[in-house]
Nanobody, 122 residues
């Protein structure tokens, strides 16, 4: 599956953004989807993941209660709603897809999007 992330930008602390990740192919609903981020000088880290039907979601502790992952299988798209943004959320955000949740959460997904930049100013 090919992925294309969008929706990044510059926002003030406390603001919000919604990232989107559009997937190609007819088997989107069979993929677990995830979001990762990589800040300058840091390693890529897990942000959130969502199961095939959207019923199961997983979050990093740093974003729980502020970020929400969702998906629309009819549109082959996964979203990341980011509220109450903080300067430390500044990073390049990547979407990822794989068949198994463990693979996605571990950062070992077979498919990755190109990344979208999020900058949160203080």
């Amino acid at each position: 599956v090919q992925l294309q992330a969008s929706g990044g930008g510059l926002v003030q602390a406390g603001g919000f953004l919604r990232l989107s990740c559009a997937a190609s192919g007819r088997t989107f609903s069979s993929y677990v989807m995830g979001w990762f981020r990589q800040a300058p000088g840091k390693e890529r880290e897990f942000v959130a993941a969502i199961g095939w039907s959207g019923g199961n979601t997983y979050y990093a502790d740093s974003v729980k209660g502020r970020f929400t992952i969702s998906r629309d299988n009819a549109k082959n798209t996964v979203y990341l709603q980011m509220n109450s943004l903080k300067p430390e959320d500044t990073a390049v955000y990547y979407c990822a897809a794989d068949r198994a949740i463990r693979t996605v959460v571990a950062g070992s997904s077979g498919s990755w999007g190109q990344g979208t930049h999020v900058t949160v100013s203080s």
